[in-house]
């Protein structure tokens, strides 16, 4: 298994040096909306994605990147399975439109362009035990998740469907990372409950006024006690990368209510927290760093285009640019 480590850390170190590079960020920023643009990503790692996709189909290219990446990591993974921890919360997230559209009486076709196929599961054959109450023959206790987000859906209650899918997604991913028994995946995962954590009791303590019940998930490194007020809550923040690391992305959200720069530094710690252990080349750290890196820089890619159809400055583009995984 040691031969196999260094055999696909050594794969997907290669092929990072093909995603978006900072060169490929300057040219897109220089490019003129419509024809220069889209010129101008044929000379990126979109290229032969492009190709196959009808013009101007920039989503669905983009989407065949992360695809791509996650057939290729299911290969060379010595355990193909223990990177279903990063595939599984899109099975959830299509779970969640599942039941969501059923409580307004929409099918599979209704909502089909909502799901993904970045899942452990195919979309289609997912709504189809979905739709037989079969969930629980894929993943412990999916059907009994799936019937209550269901009951809150009809009932209007979008937050607690949220609620459930999201402690559904944690447990889900834990239980993956302790069957794998990979010491990486652990480390993730409870970093991931922490950041959601965080994320919801900073949210709650700052706009009290609005109804939102967020859930507690268990498995972080903060019990529920120690996060309780705004002072606690930014404390733990700094715990993981330091207090100057949130700031401006914490101080963003108080004055604005949008969370787009905390989860941002969230995202590039988890790339950070990767890239430190990836150093290890007997971990999974190097193969989730990769996939990590490649929805980066995916994200760059849709962030550019968009804001320069939309005719956005070019500063402000590049400043919700995600460079963490450029080297």
Sequence with gaps: MQTQYIYSASRVNTLA?????????DRLLV???????????????????????APGDMAHAIEATL????????????QGEMLEVLWVQYDLHNLRVFAKAQALGKGYADIKRFVSARGIYNPNDLYGYAERNELNRLQISWQE?????????AAGEIDQVDGVFDQLFFATAARIAESCKDAFLRKYVR???????????????????????????????????????????????????????????VEQFITTGNTTSIDARADEYLIELAKQASFDMFSSASLVLFYL????????????????????????????????YVN
């Design 17 to 25: 040096q093909y995603l978006l590079t900072r060169t490929d960020i």
């Design 191 to 249: 970093t991931l409950i922490d950041l959601y954590n965080l994320k919801s009791r900073l949210r709650v303590e700052t706009y009290n006024q609005i109804k939102f019940t967020p859930v507690f998930i268990t498995g972080g490194s903060f019990a529920a006690r120690e996060i309780e007020t705004k002072e606690q809550v930014l404390a733990a923040f700094a715990q993981l990368g330091g207090e100057a690391y949130w700031n401006k992305a």
């Design 145 to 153: 998740s799936y019937d209550e987000a269901i009951r809150h859906a």
């Design 67 to 78: 695809i791509e990446a996650k057939q290729l990591l299911r290969r060379i993974a010595p």
């Design 31 to 53: 490019a003129e909306a419509g024809d220069d643009l889209q010129s101008a990503l044929k000379e990126t790692y979109l290229a032969p994605y492009l190709l196959q996709e």
């Design 293 to 324: 890196q490649s929805r980066q820089s995916a994200a760059n890619v849709r962030t550019i285009v968009v804001g320069k159809n939309s005719g956005m400055s070019n500063e402000a583009i590049e400043a919700n640019l995600r460079l963490a």
